[in-house]
């Protein structure tokens, strides 16, 4: 059995430095569920904590007192134990001599208030991921746009959640468009390994539910407007978990029975959100609210059993399970794909559907995974 030693994960630290408290709390509250989050009203208390425990990235925001700011980062750039850290800077507005006077003093990035959630998302995991990204653009064009287009309209999902502002379906299954024709070639696995080792694991784990529902789709013959409906629901099946901080998603032990309705509740919130989202077909809906349900009823939210489990539903929480046990995170080794499919088939015989499980299993055996 191969098992992946626990020491490649970095669960990296964000620190956020901001007087205002609100605007604290809202920073916090976008990156919470991809990073664990450290957040000082003061530079002066954040670079005391700066010394003792280097973070991956730094957020300062602080309002209209930018000297401070800049100050700050100049200071970090000095340091030689802190100053390859990303610092993204936030101003008051986009001014244009604010901005290059960021760049100057050494921010990786300046984002101007007021900013999308998304783009505070993509700034941090861009410059967190930064080698893992890079990598991506040397890749083949369809690899690399199945790649950067998906994780895009994941980030802007968090535009969903904060604004109320829906995300067309359209961009959806755009973005979804060479995922779909890299399944369908064959061309997937580059994919699939690719993302592995990116840090925003909702968005890794959704990337894999989307690829494999698209492989079990082709495999049963679907074509067009299914196959868009299977990629984008794969890719939006778990948005909800954006509401849950990063130290409850990847918490190493036992959840506490709190922890754990929280956990749960990440359906609710993902019916939610997609429900913002007028035009997605009720599929989407189906994937997002059923993929926890269990052939024998002891699944979530609803307990729903057998015959009350559609075949998309069966084939979600295959493809669901089987990528959170291949999955690497913090908490939990990544099970290679036969280990995967032996707990699927073994511990987990009445709650799956064994037949579409056996297809499964041969999809996979036959595209060599
Ligand atoms: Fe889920
Ligand atoms: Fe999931």
Redesign the pocket.
């Known amino acids: 059995m191969q098992i992946e030693s626990r020491t490649i994960f970095r669960q990296e630290l964000v620190m956020v430095v901001d007087a205002s408290e609100s605007h604290r709390r809202q920073v916090e509250h976008a990156l919470m569920s991809f990073y664990r989050i450290a957040t000082f009203a003061s530079t002066s208390e954040a670079l005391a904590a700066l010394q003792k425990s280097p973070p991956g990235a730094i957020v300062i925001a602080k309002g209209a007192v930018t000297s401070e700011a800049l100050d700050f980062v100049a200071m970090v750039r000095r340091d030689h134990a802190l100053s390859a850290i990303p610092v993204v800077l936030i101003g008051p507005g986009d001014d244009p001599g604010i901005r290059k006077a960021a760049m100057e003093c050494g921010a990786s990035s300046f984002l101007a208030k007021p900013y999308r959630r998304s783009v505070l998302i993509g700034a941090i995991s861009k410059e967190i991921n930064k080698a893992i990204e890079h990598r991506w653009e040397k890749l083949p064009t369809l690899h690399r746009n199945a790649l950067v287009g998906t994780m895009d309209i994941f980030n802007s999902v968090s535009d969903v959640i904060e604004n109320g502002e829906p995300i067309a379906y359209s961009a959806v299954t755009d973005a979804c468009g060479p995922l779909i024709e890299a399944v369908g070639t064959g061309e997937f696995r580059t994919i699939l390994s690719e993302v592995r080792g990116h840090d925003n694991f909702s968005y890794a784990h959704s990337l894999g539910v989307a690829t494999l529902l698209l492989l079990f789709g082709y495999t049963i013959g679907l074509k067009g407007d299914d196959l868009s409906l299977l990629g984008s629901g794969g890719l939006l099946?778990?948005v909800?978990?954006m509401s849950i901080p990063y130290d409850v998603l990847n918490k190493v032990g036992a959840l506490s029975p709190a922890e754990l309705e929280q956990m749960k509740g990440?359906?609710a919130v993902?019916t939610s959100y997609l429900e913002k989202c007028s035009d997605l077909p009720k599929n989407i809906h189906l994937i997002?609210n059923q993929?926890?349900e269990r052939l024998n009823g002891t699944g979530y939210p609803i307990g729903l059993k057998g015959s009350e489990l559609n075949e998309l539903a069966r084939m979600s929480a295959i493809v669901?399970v089987f990528c959170a046990l291949s999955d690497r995170r913090p908490y939990k080794s990544a099970l290679d794909s036969e280990n995967a499919l032996q707990v699927m088939t073994n511990s987990m015989t009445a709650a799956l559907d064994q037949q579409l499980l056996a297809l499964f299993r041969e999809m996979l055996l036959d595209t060599g995974r």
């Open positions: 099946h778990d909800g978990k990440h359906v993902t997002g993929h926890h669901d």
